[in-house]
Nanobody, 124 residues
Framework: QVQLVESGGGLVQAGDSLRLSCAASGRTFAYSMGWFRQAPGKEREIVASITYSGLRTYYADSVKGRFTISRDNTKNMVYLQMNTLKPEDTAVYYC??????????????????WGKGTLVTVSS
């Protein structure tokens, strides 16, 4: 069991940067981790994911080159650095964990634990 708490969301302008953080607590942090987002009226979608080792990552095409996922296993933290934000990035961003450590997840159905989300709003 792991508890996930996201932070760092807010209101920014197009072109700005924002860093989301996800703090994990529990007996272990041995999970692959992912950031997902859900915009109003849309399904939840993958943004980026990272294996436990950090050696493998996955990015949605829409964020490649703009977003970077990273983790610090000594602090049980996962980060999402978001640069050159666009209005279409507006969504609730969720941190999630997958018990399979060696695969970077790509779908919400693969995830075992979820945080409650943090809202990111990008104005034009």
């Amino acid at each position: 069991q792991v508890q996930l708490v996201e932070s760092g969301g807010g209101l920014v302008q197009a072109g700005d940067s924002l860093r989301l953080s996800c703090a994990a607590s529990g007996r272990t942090f041995a999970y692959s981790m992912g950031w997902f987002r859900q915009a109003p009226g849309k399904e939840r979608e993958i943004v980026a994911s990272i294996t436990y080792s950090g050696l493998r990552t996955y990015y949605a095409d829409s964020v490649k080159g703009r977003f970077t996922i990273s983790r610090d296993n000594t602090k049980n933290m996962v980060y999402l650095q978001m640069n050159t934000l666009k209005p279409e990035d507006t969504a609730v961003y969720y941190c999630a964990a997958n018990r399979v450590t060696v695969i970077a997840p790509t779908t919400p159905e693969e995830m075992d634990y979820w945080g409650k989300g943090t809202l990111v709003t990008v104005s034009s």
